[in-house]
Each structure stands twice: as C-alpha cells, then as structure tokens.
C-alpha cells in the first residue's frame, strides 16, 4: 500500500519529505487499516516502578506487587532464555524519533518509536502517559506544545513492551523547548461583551468544553492536510496575547479568526466523528471534531450548528454557520487545533510543506523543523 511504503521511506530513507507525505504515511484507519490503542491513558507504566521493571500495562497484577512481581518476571524471563531463544532476545532495540527536535511553543509534535515486534508503547510527557498507537512495526503519538510551554529542555519519557509482557526500552529523551515572541493586543470590549470577560465565564466554558477534546480516539481518522474551515479571511493568528480594556494579559488567543459574515459557510476541516455540539457563553454555538489519535478541531461563536455530537463528517462538509454569538466583536469564525487537550497552532495542519531533508544527518528529528514552517 502506498503509504506504508511512504512510512517505510520514512524510517529508511534517505528521502525529501513533504507534510503530506508523512501525513499519509501514517493515515491507515483512513485507508481501512485501523490503527490500535496499546492500554489505557489511565495506566501509567513509569511511576511507580523502576526502570528496568518488566511489568506491562496489561499486567495489572504484577504492577500491584512490585518486588514479587519483578522477581518472578525476571526468574521467568532468563530460565527461558537458556532454554530457547525467546521473541525478546533477538528483537532490535527500539528507535525513538522526536519531530521536530527543536520545537517551538505552540507547535504539534510527533512521537515515532520504530519497534518491530513490540506489543504495547507509551509515553510519559509533563506528567501524564499517553499511549501510542500501533502501525505495524511502529508507535506514533502526537502531543501539543502549549503558546506558553516553559522554554527549555523537557523530559519525555517512552516505553515499549514486548509480546511476552518484558520491557524493551525505558528511555528518557530531552525535548528542546524553543520560546516564540508572541504579539501582544490590547482589545477594547465593551458593552455586554464585556460582562462576558469575567474569569468564572471563562472557566465555565472550558469545563463544558474540556472532556471532549481532551481524549483519545485510536486511529486516524483524517486524510492529508486539514483544509481550511472557512473562505472568510484570516484576520487573527493563533498565540497572540491578549490584553482586555487595559487589564494585563489574561489569555492568549487559541485559535485562527477568519472574517465574514453571519450565515457565510463553516466546513469540517478534515473528516472526523463530532465530539461536542453546543453553547457556552464565552464561545457561543460551537462544534468540536474529534479526528482520532488525540487531535480535535473546534469551531465557534456560530450563527447556527448543523450536526450533532455522534455524527460523522467528512472534510469540507458543511458543519455550520458563521456568526457572533458569545464574546465576539463582529461575525467571524473562531477556529482551533487541539492536541491531547492542548490548543497549538493550526497553520502548520494546514499548510502544504517540504520539509529539509530528515536523513542529512540521517536523524529523523530534523523534519518538520520550524524554520520551514515559516517558509511555506
Ligand atoms: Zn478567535
């Protein structure tokens, strides 16, 4: 199929990658191939145990009883190595790929472990384990870099387990977290909009908003680079901070504003099942899509919403209505990315991108660098 072999180019290479090449090299649930799941996002198989711990996340039993458990993996583990070769002796060590490496604040990052052979994998990221799905011989995940991540190196750690519940890799890698001179806007809100300022308005909406663009779906269900959502134009960008009515910066701005009138057409930006369809009063008529593997779209302050929560979309399906309901100054689009529960910048989902060669120095890391980002 076309797109394993894209990933397979991937990994091997050397080859020039564009975004969509990568894209679609990791878009098998799109092409029928579902991707799976490797356990739950509650099970957490760095805290409580050492790093050469054989547990696996499935091993719920073994976990509860560190000390025993480890000791009777372990026994387990060498008598049957000196009885018969077993899966886990002759099994490569897994790479780890961290794209891109360098990241900025704001940006999306993709997790590639190459393990062939390897059951289940996971990440540890800022205090959470997410896990990864399964592609084959590979694990990918994406997370999200906050506009107002700590700048420096980070720790992210990852974990892959073998077919018979043995650890295969615990590594922890730096991820370099480089900070973005963010614009700063003073905004003027008046009248009773600016009722709608008060922080408890604000927390309310993202209560309402949070637990369905925060999970996981497994496999991708999108196709290519995402479209955008809107003909209108762009009229503000992602991570501006923002300052109301002369107060001090209080929030930076989530998404991409695109301008138009009320009524004018909002289209799914890619395919995906609809994870939220409903009101708040900071965001007026919304509609979040969730796209799998962690990634949701959101729209909002909309005149009218056409689909409900459960239907499936396909990208540029009429999803709904501009307008300029909630905290809004005119009729406009207020469009997101969000990525494991973070709001990162879309332009890079929407762009069409080549990227430096990945293999100059035969590491990975250097695609979707930032700089070429802010080329295209
Ligand atoms: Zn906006």
């Not at 900025?104 to 205090?127: D, H, I, K």
């Amino acid at each position: 199929m076309a797109h394993s072999e894209d990933l397979e180019r991937v990994i091997a290479g050397p080859v020039r990658l564009s975004r969509r090449t990568v894209l679609r090299a990791f878009v098998g649930a799109g092409a029928g191939m579902l991707l799976t799941a490797c356990g739950g996002d509650d099970l957490d198989p760095f805290a409580p145990r050492s790093q050469t711990t054989p547990t696996t996340p499935n091993d719920t039993e073994q976990a509860g009883d560190a000390t025993e458990g480890q000791q009777q993996v372990g026994q387990q583990s060498v008598s049957q190595s000196q009885a018969e070769p077993t899966p886990a002796a002759v099994l490569p060590e897994p790479k780890v790929y961290v794209i891109p490496s360098p990241v900025s604040q704001g940006e999306t990052v993709l997790l590639l472990v190459e393990a062939p052979g390897a059951e289940n994998a996971s990440m540890s990221w800022q205090g959470q384990t997410f896990s990864l799905l399964h592609n084959e011989e590979r694990f990918l995940g994406f997370f999200g870099i906050d506009a107002n991540a700590p700048i420096g190196p980070q720790s992210l750690g990852v974990s892959v387990w073998g077919p018979r519940g043995e650890q295969l890799l615990w590594q922890e890698t730096v991820v370099e977290i480089t900070g973005v001179e963010w614009t700063v806007d003073n905004i003027q809100i008046d009248g009773p909009n600016a009722a709608l300022l008060d922080p408890s308005i604000r927390r309310a909406d993202e209560r309402e908003r949070l637990p369905h663009q925060s999970g996981l779906t497994p496999g991708l269900l999108w196709l290519g680079v995402f479209d955008p959502p809107s003909n209108g134009a762009i009229t503000a960008l992602y991570g501006e901070h923002r300052s109301f009515n002369g107060a001090p910066i209080s929030e930076y701005h989530t998404g991409i504003d695109f301008g138009g009138e009320t009524g004018s057409a909002v289209t799914a930006s890619n395919t995906g099942v609809v994870s939220w369809a409903g009101r708040t009063r900071r965001r007026g008529n919304g509609i979040i899509i969730d796209h799998g593997a962690g990634v949701f779209s959101g729209y909002y302050h909309l005149s009218e919403v056409l689909e409900t929560a459960g239907s499936v979309v396909e990208q540029g399906a009429l999803i709904a209505r501009m307008g300029a309901t909630g905290l809004a100054t005119g009729p406009h689009l207020h469009w997101e990315v969000v990525v494991r529960g973070v709001t990162v910048n879309p332009l890079p989902w929407l762009r069409l991108l080549e990227f430096p060669d990945p293999y100059q120095d035969l590491n990975p890391a250097n695609a979707l660098s930032s700089t070429n980002l802010a080329e295209s």
